[in-house]
């Protein structure tokens, strides 16, 4: 029975529900993490993460395994509305770059960071369809009874 209780229930897995069940585990709270998707999935967004974003990543530990899947740093903006563009380096002397990885990438990396931390993760079973477990590798660094599932 003690193996279901949670201190906390984070529902959605992709960019802000990953980092918190992540950071919550991480200071020893009992976390589960549910999503409907599997992972690793599209979802609607394009996939500038902008330097403060970047700054989270790399505060997190998470920053190396996003280079190391080859995604290219991005130095400079422009947004072209046609009549005008805005253009310029939103980077800060800490964090100078964004990089714009594919939401397969960064969401499977992020679920995975909950996982590692020790966040059970889990797909969820709607009733009338078939069960979608996300394809069951257990996490490698996943505590004993707390299977982390991507
Ligand atoms: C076209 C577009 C372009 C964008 N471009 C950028 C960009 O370049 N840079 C940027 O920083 N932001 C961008 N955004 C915004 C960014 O995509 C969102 O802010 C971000 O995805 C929100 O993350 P999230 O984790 O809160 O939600 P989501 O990424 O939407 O994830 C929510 C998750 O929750 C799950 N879920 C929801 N309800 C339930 C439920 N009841 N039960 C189980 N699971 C559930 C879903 O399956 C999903 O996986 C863009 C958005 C759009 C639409």
Known sequence: MAAHQYDVIVVGARCAGS?????????GYRV???????????TI???VIHPTGIAALNR???LDQLLSTGCPPVGTYAFDFGPFTIAGSPGTDDSPVAYAPRRTVL???????AAAA??????????GHPHRRWPGNRHPRSRPGRPGRL
């Open 107 to 113: 969401d499977k990396l992020l679920v995975g960071a």
């Open 19 to 27: 980092p918190t069940a992540m950071l919550l585990a991480r200071r």
């Open 45 to 47: 967004s394009t996939h």
């Open 60 to 62: 997190w530990g998470l």
């Open 32 to 42: 589960l993490l549910v999503d409907r998707a599997t992972f690793p999935s599209d």
């Open 118 to 127: 020790g966040a059970e993760v889990r797909g969820i079973h709607r009733p």
